[in-house]
Nanobody, 114 residues
Framework: QVQLVESGGGLVQAGGSLRLSCAAS????????MDWYRQAPGKQRELVATITSAGSTGYVDSVKGRFTISRDIAKNTVYLQMNSLKPEDTAVYYC????????WGQGTQVTVSS
């Protein structure tokens, strides 16, 4: 069983920044990809950012140019740097691992005030 533990969420004013972390209990070197999802109240969970085993990254259009996904393989940790935050970024953010099966973290709340 793989554990994913997110941290770094909180309350921030619009225009501010936060960095989310996702620490995995196993190596992230050989997994297929790591993702960040988010789910706002009353909305479906959406894929925000992805980093593949090769280090390629991808983003949903609404966060391009503002969010950056990265990883530290030695620390088994994936990050999501979020800049220029907007109230519509408010959501619970989840870390997701794609390997032989899918694993999810417990989520971390991000609230952006206007």
């Amino acid at each position: 069983q793989v554990q994913l533990v997110e941290s770094g969420g909180g309350l921030v004013q619009a225009g501010g920044s936060l960095r989310l972390s996702c620490a995995a209990s196993r190596s992230i070197f050989t997994i297929n990809a790591m993702d960040w999802y988010r789910q706002a109240p009353g909305k479906q969970r959406e894929l925000v950012a992805t980093i593949t085993s090769a280090g390629s990254t991808g983003y949903v259009d609404s966060v391009k140019g503002r969010f950056t996904i990265s990883r530290d393989i030695a620390k088994n940790t994936v990050y999501l740097q979020m800049n220029s935050l907007k109230p519509e970024d408010t959501a619970v953010y989840y870390c997701h691992m794609r390997s032989n099966r899918d694993y999810w973290g417990q989520g971390t709340q991000v609230t952006v005030s206007s």
